[in-house]
């Protein structure tokens, strides 16, 4: 096991411990991303918890709010903040709500949870900050949203080769499977037809992730779609619908815990 696999581990527990203390759901969308967002800060970001300001850091937004679990036990573990604030999320006068609120000191680029915004702003700073990389993590049922669709024809037009795209392919959304709902496939051959290079990696594989996220694609943005599994690492949440709502109580939590030490 290699250093961010160890580090992901610590951030599953930190999630299921937040989310059973608030007693709130999305704990599927949040532990599906874990890998994806370890390998972004431990491993590719340019940023720097003592100078979260610095105009000329990367920049990451969550577009798919609702896993915020996830980014704020990866801030907490980066630096930005005293792991003590986790077990004030989504409590009464707490540092966090189910979704993020935009606060650069703490290493939040933007406000998300209205699903279909993230890329577009993503594609503002992209433009904006030449100099900066730009990476934005979307669910698969956000393309859905036809705002998705035309940040990625305006990115593609204007060749932002500092822009990089995750797409959280799950196969899930809140109403059932994304390819029942609405089905956006075949990403790897629509996105090109955009101005986009694609690659396809499982989105658990550290090694796999870190090599397409250092990618360099000159006059292209990129799209990483990363397969992954909703609610990775708990046999019983694994591909269940309902746990993009359910909180855990005691014995599920316990389970969890254990189950997450073996991956």
Known sequence: MNKTQIIARDIRKDVLDMCFHAHVGHIGPALSIVDILTVLYFDTLKVNPSNPTNPNRDRFILSKGHAAAALFAVLSKKGYFSSKLLMTFCMPSGAFGDHPDYNPKFGIELTTGSLG???????????????????????????????????????????????????????????????????????????????????????????????????????????????????????????????????????????????????
Request: glycine residues 8%.
């Open 117 to 263: 915004h993230g890329l577009s702003v993503g594609s503002g700073m992209a433009m904006g900050l030449p100099a900066s990389k730009i990476f934005v993590l979307l669910s698969d049922a956000e393309l859905d949203e036809g705002s998705v669709w035309e940040a990625i024809m305006f990115a593609g037009h204007h060749h932002l080769s500092n822009l990089t795209i995750i797409i959280d392919d799950n196969g899930q959304q809140a109403f059932g499977k994304t390819c029942d709902v609405l089905d956006t496939r075949p990403l790897d051959k629509k996105l090109p037809t955009f101005g986009w290079q694609v690659s396809t990696v499982n989105g658990h594989d550290h090694k796999a992730l870190h090599s397409a996220l250092t990618k360099s694609h000159p006059r292209h943005p990129h799209c990483i779609i990363a397969k992954t599994v909703c609610g990775y690492g708990v046999s019983f949440m694994e591909h269940k619908i309902e746990w993009h709502y359910f909180p855990m109580n005691g014995q599920q939590h316990t389970q969890a815990l254990k189950e997450i030490q073996s991956i």
